[in-house]
């Protein structure tokens, strides 16, 4: 407790590394698609590149998610319909409690988020410009299914920039109410005035192994599709 606000340790730093090299990732990804790429020399494979990372990312995320401390898990911020409407409610009458992890509505952005950018990432590894690039599963499922993908893959673009979009405006929401996510995410630390509704214990440097085991693989299959022999 500090100042009479009390502090806990939310985000760990595997956590935060992620969310920032996804950001990057991500930034190069639309930069690539959305501006004529400069000063990248081949900016469709650059683009492709960001894919791959995104995908080693996700993987490392959803084993974090699953087998990680106790706030990186989704089963910690992942809320059913009922409690995540009655978030909502309270939200609109200003009366919404504090949570040390992603409150249910910030839960299921995350959620929309990850599957988002799954969709768009894996689907990209079944396209084919027929020029500069070639995708390490394209032709696999046929060229018909593929131009299907390259469809829904710019169609989904514009969906996560919409979801991107939310977020952001979720972020400033959330400050102007007096939580502050961005440093939070920064330093792992997040402030409130009173107990938040889900604090569990601190996380432990026991899951350092985990994470180690977690990155390998998941720089496995990003190595993998990055040095693909086309």
């Keep these: 407790m500090q100042n009479g606000r009390k502090q806990i340790a939310v ?12 950001l990057a990732a991500v930034l190069i990804s639309f930069y690539t ?8 020399l081949f900016p469709i494979e650059v683009h492709a590149q960001a ?5 080693g990312l996700l993987i490392f995320r959803v084993i974090w998610g699953v087998l990680g401390p106790t706030y990186a898990r989704f089963s910690t911020f992942v809320y059913g319909p009922k409690n995540t409407a009655s978030y909502a409610k309270a939200l609109l009458k200003r009366q919404e409690p504090r949570y ?46 593929s131009g299907e993908l390259a469809s829904l893959h710019a169609l989904n673009s514009d969906l996560l920039l919409i ?33 938040p509704v889900d604090e569990k214990p601190a996380y432990r440097t ?3 192994l985990l994470a180690i085991g977690a990155f390998l693989v998941a720089a496995g299959v990003c190595g993998w599709l990055w040095f693909y022999p086309y």
Excluded at 13 to 21: A, E, S, Y
Excluded at 33 to 40: E, R, W
Excluded at 51 to 55: D, F, Q, S, W
Aim: glycine share 12%.
């Design 100 to 145: 040390a992890s992603h409150n249910p509505l910030g839960g299921w952005m995350v959620v929309l988020l990850l599957l988002s950018l799954s969709f768009q990432a894996v689907s990209g590894l079944f396209l084919s410009d027929d020029i500069f690039f070639q995708g390490p599963l394209y032709g696999l499922l046929g060229r018909d299914v």
């Design 51 to 55: 894919g791959y990372i995104i995908i």
């Design 163 to 195: 979801l991107i979009g939310i977020h952001l405006v979720g972020i400033v929401v959330h400050a102007l109410l007096g939580e502050h996510l961005v440093p939070a995410m920064v330093t792992g630390i997040k402030r409130f005035t009173s107990a």
């Design 206 to 208: 026991k899951y350092r």
């Design 33 to 40: 698609t959305k501006t004529d790429g400069a000063p990248f």
């Design 11 to 22: 985000w760990d730093v595997f956590v935060r590394l992620f969310h920032w090299c996804l």
